[in-house]
Nanobody, 125 residues
């Protein structure tokens, strides 16, 4: 079965950092784009970042430089490093894979084929 699973969520104090992992099984990223999204409590899901598996191009919704997305083709994994965590980063973080539409200026917001179940990140002040 093709699926992606997120790991690495947890509780952390403001100012700390976390590294989330997204691991695919049953398929390889090949020419896909992989996106990280989050859904804060009571809010809609929003894009955080995405990366092209073929070109390595990246996009970040937050321009403050606190998020870094990387890909490890050998492990079929994509990572999201989050630094200087803030309470407003509290959310369920989701990983998704799909067609690479990063050249179209869509800001990671397009239809994806596979979604993970999410991993909870909680940041205390």
């Amino acid at each position: 079965e093709d699926e992606v699973v997120e790991y690495g969520g947890g509780w952390v104090q403001a100012g700390g950092s976390l590294k989330l992992s997204c691991v695919a099984s049953g398929f390889t990223f090949d020419d896909d784009a992989i996106g990280w999204f989050r859904q804060p409590p009571g809010k809609q899901r929003e894009p955080v970042s995405c990366i092209s598996a073929s070109t390595g191009a990246t996009y970040y919704t937050d321009s403050q430089g606190r998020f870094t997305i990387t890909i490890d083709d050998a492990r079929n994994a994509v990572y999201l490093q989050i630094s200087s965590l803030k309470p407003e980063d509290t959310a369920i973080y989701y990983c998704a894979t799909g067609s690479d539409l990063m050249d179209y200026g869509l800001g990671c917001q397009w239809e994806y084929d596979h979604w993970g179940r999410g991993t909870q990140v909680a940041v205390s002040s």
